[in-house]
């Protein structure tokens, strides 16, 4: 996800979706859905994990904040969890996760869960269509463009500190220092 | 030979790191005999100046306390940085942006307008604020910029050792300043604690429950606590299981859960994400509706999850908010 450009070829944005499917029921639906030659948007990365249980809440903020406009996250059914627990911990962890991304300014509805056994293939299509639909409405996220805004205050300063420590070192005394060209807080 | 010269420098902090080294009682005296302190502004008149005509490198570590959020604080950062061979991250704010990274949920507009204008106790009429430059009998005085954002040291300067904790404890205190002493130094950018989680230390690890199910959450004033038994055993939030162990449990001790502040382990990124991670995991029930009332029971999962951690956090900062 390290190249920023993230366009159609004619030009306009697509939004990157990553996804994280379950071994057992989801991965093996968008199998089911290939063989089957469904078409759905192309803009979801698939990653296969054992289990939606080991979908760590770090993975999905850390995909945010590398550049993804929506994460989807797909497991198996109630009850139907290969490793028995692994759905509900991922359940209860999803709603949690819901709160904070809204709490840290991000919309929740970039954030899905969906239930897809292995014989959904037809789901996933839905859903996966869906989501990118969904996000295409919220429009790009670009929280790394966002870290490269916040920092530009630290690189004005520092061009400015690297300067006035250069002109003088010794002789020049603290107080005709921090002559930063901003405006005062009004 | 001349002793090894030492800075303390403090940002936005509160002052309680520099009470730590006080707290260092005698011991202090044994540290004050080895080395030369050149900075130390809450004890010791030294100027600005005074440290910008010593040869870079000069200082043997300078340890730097608080958040960095003013253009004064980065430019004494960078000045002491070029200035040390070791910078050092004293206490929770310099190492993971701590109580002041919680501000990263808000604007700079809104942080100053609640201070200057709408604060309950505030009495200001004229709505005036800190003015960066002011005219004053000729003279022209100036203020440092606060930033929009809030950072943790190495956020602006290279670090090379982090010494946790609000504030940090005297006895890791000691070990660090002995370490660097001695000149017995872990891998550059180590935390000197423990990487272990708290729980390892705890007085209550034996009353800790193998599967742990949580029923709801209660915040430590709403029922009375047994002293004896696991916070979590009791619904109540308590950030051991993710943070580093180090303290001696020092606020469990004190009858209250631990809130976080000596950081993640090595093996973390983001500590407010892994206990959420552990602690809804055990949630008992299994239904949307049974999950969502207990997880009520955390009114503000950023203020309790991310308490010291924000601005070290994967977001950094409530990231739909923009910078003027």
Redesign the interface.
Known sequence: MSDSTNKTPDGNWTPRIVAFFCNWCTYTAADLAGVSRMKYASNIRVIRLMCS?RV???FV??A??KGADGVLIGGCH?NDCHYVEGN??C???Y???K??IA????EPDRLRLEWISAAEGEKVRRVVNEMVETVKQLGP?G?PA??E??????NA??EH?AAS?GAG??G???QN????A????? | MSKPKVAFYWCASCGGCEETVVDLAEDILGVVEKVDIVLWPVAMDF???DV??MPDKSILATLLNGAIRS??Q??MA??LR?KSQYMIAYGACAHLGGIPGLAN?FT?EHI?KFNYEDGPSMANDKKT?????TEDNGRTP?L??????V?SLD??VEVDYYVPGCPPTPKITRAAVTALLENRLPPKGSVIAPDIALCDECPRKATKPANISFREFKRPHQALMDPQKCFLAQGVVCMGPSTRSGCEAACISGGMPCTGCFGPTSR???Q???I??SL??N?EP?D?QG??AV?QG?PD??GT?YRYGLAKS????????P?D
């Open positions: 249980g760590d809440p770090q903020v850390d945010f904040a109630p509900y911990k359940l209860r962890r709603q949690m996760l709160r904070m709490d840290m300014g991000i996220l929280i966002k870290f805004q916040w920092d530009k205050e630290m300063l520092a500190v420590q070192a010794p020049s005394s603290g220092k921090p002559q930063t901003q405006t005062a807080h009004v | 100027k600005y100046k910008e005509a253009t004064e980065e430019e960078r000045l070029r949920q700079r100053l604020r800190p003015q960066l430059v100036r440092p910029a606060l930033t929009n954002v950072r956020q602006v973390v990124r983001d407010g994400l892994k959420m991670s809804c995991s949630i299994k949307e999950i969502s997880i955390i999962p950023i999850f994967l977001l950094r900062r409530k990231v739909n908010l910078t």
